[in-house]
């Protein structure tokens, strides 16, 4: 099967340079942020075609890649749209418009999806191999036909509902990811032809499976296609062919809303009927029904690529759940904190006697929940205060957050209604939290709260203390299990004060005049990581050395960006681990020549945010300023969302994040990518005695603060990186 084939549609071809050209542009200091998006899409198809994962989770990597890409274009491509279409010259830091992103985008995409489709050949063979089996109907018996024939009359006839398409009946609505047939009838009485529209329900399986032992799919569209006869009796079908839409699904929050609650229901809504982005067409639809599907669905900017091959390739999570355990990572059950056993369970006492870090996924987030749920129940804590962006739909957070207000106790709750495509969850929150009394605060209007604290004041003897949490994900069960965070615990009264005055903030507008220990957004963070930045370089200046670790999501402000390559040009040594975005060039001779740049993907999905600067010492030592954080180096966390940055003190926490979580990252060998001095990346090959850093911390003691595994004799040793000899001037 052959690759898709986009075409993006404008109002004045005229407008549109060649696309080689729009690649060449840009800045020399900067890659573009949408490009480099589609890069890490990229890599997260090319662990699809990674023999060492088990083919299904093979088959997942590639169902993550079509789902990013949905995304993408809901948000991302949408909005540079939406600026084109309101003739916005702005240009994106690396020199590009609107106009030539979209070009480049096409361009990037069109590649990534032909590779999509490759990837879901060579794993249909694959998958056949194994007795796992996606068919054709042509490829099945009598029975299994006749047993589809059953299905379809009792399960799928039903729900369709076939509308004529002609000048009686407009085009309908088709909802955002909507996958559609269009038939082309004639029919036998008359010989008259007519033209009808079949929308898939979204609550059908996208895959049928066949009864038996061996695993048989069929897909939903072949079915009704193969069955027309019983959909469209009288007719004889001339065509058919399918397609699906994506919608502009990105929410702008305008400062004027007056109700936010009531301005994100109404926003909701108005989402759910975006404009199409993009149409996606399979390889049967004619010629006038495409240009019909053109007239009716597309405006100025929107793409649309036709596949000769399966539409929609996110829905491959469906066939990721057949049950084959020998198909899929062994299960991986993770460890409760040893410090919290160790004192019979008891969340307080373990954070009473020392600070605590938790590892997830490799210690179970139920740690988080076990403490929330403990200040619940307890008579003498007297307060919770608590972030929510993102909680998943089963929240055992918002359930000890009810049973807390409903046992009297001061909870409030500070929950984000703009976290995207969580809105409608949130508000569903919102409310069952505020009839249990909880006192629910939504923050910002321009800003999203995206920091992750937890705060619960206890009574005891010698007075009011409190506990608090601070996270580098969502206090999300569900992602918990497989996204990589820190969860840091502390009854430190300074950071305890800190955490108030950053809740007051945002529940009061009470600007803190003096924080003692975290940095926060949008007032303080950029200054203070220029400032730690600048002690670096003044610290390589002196004759010391100068040296920056950072890990973390995304790196796409300039200004920060700038301030790397002032630091690399005096000397200091920065490496780099940066998941997704990364709009800085390593490498580059006068400019970035001690930056270095890698990526990792594998099992779980990187996610905590790390920064730790050598305080003038050659390798990291105690020494070093480390801190945690929920924020990434983009605009958007330091200028427009409330986030915090943590100094860790704690020596045995400093030595498990920086000498353990840190090194692992920098030293792996097996799932990782360097980033080149063009914008591409390759893989690292492995060396000798290869380290995986997902297996590592699997098999490895726990880091909840007893310091025993680094005195193991195979634990990571401490971080090795010598100091890189300079280049002669």
């Known amino acids: 099967m052959g690759g898709p084939t986009p075409e993006t549609k404008f109002l004045d071809d005229n407008d549109l340079e060649p696309v080689e050209q729009v690649l060449e542009l840009g800045s020399e200091r900067y890659f573009n942020r949408e490009i480099s998006w589609l890069g890490f899409n990229e890599r997260v198809i090319e662990e699809a075609e990674n023999k060492s994962h088990p083919l299904l989770e093979r088959l997942r990597f590639l169902s993550i890649s079509g789902n990013n890409l949905d995304e993408f274009f809901m948000v991302r491509f949408a909005g540079l749209v939406?600026?084109?279409?309101?003739?916005?010259?702005?240009?994106?830091?690396?020199?590009?418009?609107?106009?030539?992103?979209?070009?480049?985008?096409?361009?990037?995409?069109?590649?990534?999806?032909?590779?999509?489709?490759?990837?879901?050949?060579?794993?249909?063979?694959?998958?056949?191999?194994?007795?796992?089996?996606?068919?054709?109907?042509?490829?099945?018996?009598?029975?299994d036909t006749n047993w589809l024939r059953q299905h379809f009359l009792d399960q799928i006839f039903p729900v369709l509902t076939p509308q004529a398409l002609d000048p009686a009946h407009p085009f309908p609505f088709i909802p955002n990811k909507g996958l559609s047939l269009i038939f082309d009838l004639v029919r036998k009485s008359d010989n008259q032809g007519i033209r009808e529209l079949v929308m898939i329900p979204s609550g059908l399986s996208r895959f049928i499976r066949l009864p038996g032992e061996t695993a048989t799919y069929v897909s939903v569209e072949t079915v009704i296609q193969h069955f027309s006869n019983i959909l469209f009796p009288g007719y004889d079908v001339s065509s058919s062919g399918l397609f699906r839409i994506i919608r502009d699904s990105d929410i702008e929050v305008e400062e004027e809303a007056e109700d936010l609650v009531r301005y994100f229901r109404s926003a909701i809504k108005?989402?759910?009927?975006?404009?199409?982005?993009?149409?996606?067409?399979?390889?049967?639809?004619?010629?006038?029904?495409?240009?019909?599907?053109?007239?009716?669905?597309?405006?100025?900017?929107?793409?649309?690529?036709?596949?000769?091959?399966?539409?929609?390739?996110?829905?491959?999570?469906?066939?990721?759940?057949?049950?084959?355990?020998?198909?899929?990572?062994?299960?991986?059950?993770?460890?409760?904190?040893?410090?919290?056993?160790?004192?019979?369970?008891?969340?307080?006492?373990?954070?009473?006697?020392?600070?605590?870090?938790?590892?997830?996924?490799?210690?179970?987030?139920?740690?988080?929940?076990?403490?929330?749920?403990?200040?619940?129940?307890?008579?003498?804590?007297?307060?919770?205060?608590?972030?929510?962006?993102?909680?998943?739909?089963?929240?055992?957070?918002?359930?000890?957050?009810?049973?807390?207000?409903?046992?009297?106790?001061?909870?409030?709750?500070?929950?984000?209604?703009?976290?995207?495509?969580?809105?409608?969850?949130?508000?569903?929150?919102?409310?069952?939290?505020?009839?249990?009394?909880?006192?629910?605060?939504?923050?910002?209007?321009?800003?999203?709260?995206?920091?992750?604290?937890?705060?619960?004041?206890?009574?005891?003897?010698?007075?009011?203390?409190?506990?608090?949490?601070?996270?580098?994900?969502?206090?999300?069960?569900?992602?918990?299990?497989?996204?990589?965070?820190?969860?840091?615990?502390?009854?430190?009264?300074?950071?305890?004060?800190?955490?108030?005055?950053?809740?007051?903030?945002?529940?009061?507008?009470v600007e803190p005049e003096k924080l003692d220990l975290i940095s926060m957004s949008p007032r303080y963070l950029r200054q203070d990581l220029m400032d730690l930045i600048d002690e670096e370089i003044a610290n390589e200046r002196s004759g010391k050395s100068g040296m920056i670790w950072a890990k973390m999501n995304s790196l796409v402000d300039p200004a920060l960006i700038e301030k790397l390559y002032q630091a690399s040009n005096a000397g200091v040594e920065i490496d780099l681990v940066i998941r997704g975005i990364c709009c800085l060039r390593p490498g580059v001779p006068g400019m970035s020549d001690h930056i270095r740049v890698k990526s990792v993907v594998g099992r779980f999905l990187e996610h905590s945010r790390i920064w730790a600067f050598g305080n003038g010492k050659d390798l990291p030592n105690d020494d070093a300023k480390l801190y945690i954080s929920s924020a990434d180096w983009m605009p958007r966390n330091l200028d427009r969302r409330v986030e915090y940055m943590m100094p860790i003190r704690n020596k045995t926490v400093h030595d498990q994040i920086l000498d353990q979580v840190m090194v692992a990252n920098l030293i792996?060998?097996?799932?990782?990518?360097?980033?080149?001095?063009?914008?591409?990346?390759?893989r690292v090959v492995p060396s000798s005695k290869p380290f995986n850093l997902h297996r590592y911390f699997m098999t490895n003691p726990s880091l909840s603060g007893r310091g025993k595994a680094l005195k193991k004799s195979n634990a990571v040793p401490r971080l090795s990186l010598r100091r890189r000899k300079k280049k002669p001037d």
């Open 82 to 143: 939406g600026q084109y279409r309101q003739n916005i010259t702005e240009r994106s830091p690396d020199g590009l418009t609107a106009t030539q992103q979209i070009q480049a985008i096409s361009v990037h995409s069109e590649n990534l999806m032909a590779h999509q489709q490759q990837v879901w050949n060579e794993l249909c063979v694959a998958l056949a191999e194994e007795d796992i089996f996606v068919s054709a109907l042509a490829d099945l018996d009598d029975g």
């Open 270 to 509: 108005r989402r759910r009927r975006g404009d199409v982005i993009r149409l996606e067409m399979g390889p049967d639809l004619s010629d006038p029904v495409i240009a019909m599907l053109r007239q009716n669905l597309l405006h100025d900017g929107a793409t649309e690529s036709r596949f000769d091959g399966l539409v929609g390739i996110g829905d491959l999570d469906r066939l990721v759940d057949e049950d084959r355990p020998d198909l899929k990572f062994t299960p991986y059950s993770p460890r409760f904190p040893e410090r919290i056993r160790d004192h019979g369970g008891d969340c307080f006492a373990a954070i009473r006697d020392k600070d605590i870090l938790v590892h997830h996924p490799y210690e179970s987030f139920e740690v988080v929940i076990e403490f929330l749920r403990q200040a619940a129940a307890d008579p003498d804590v007297v307060a919770i205060k608590q972030t929510l962006y993102r909680a998943g739909k089963q929240s055992a957070v918002v359930r000890a957050l009810i049973d807390a207000a409903e046992a009297g106790k001061s909870v409030t709750a500070i929950v984000e209604l703009k976290a995207r495509f969580d809105e409608e969850q949130n508000l569903l929150w919102a409310s069952a939290l505020e009839r249990a009394g909880v006192q629910v605060v939504y923050g910002f209007i321009e800003w999203k709260t995206h920091a992750k604290i937890s705060m619960v004041v206890r009574k005891e003897q010698e007075g009011y203390r409190t506990y608090c949490h601070f996270g580098t994900g969502n206090y999300h069960p569900i992602t918990a299990k497989i996204y990589t965070d820190l969860s840091f615990f502390t009854a430190d009264p300074k950071a305890s004060r800190d955490a108030a005055q950053l809740f007051n903030y945002i529940t009061g507008y």
């Open 668 to 682: 792996d060998d097996e799932q990782s990518w360097e980033l080149n001095v063009d914008g591409s990346y390759t």
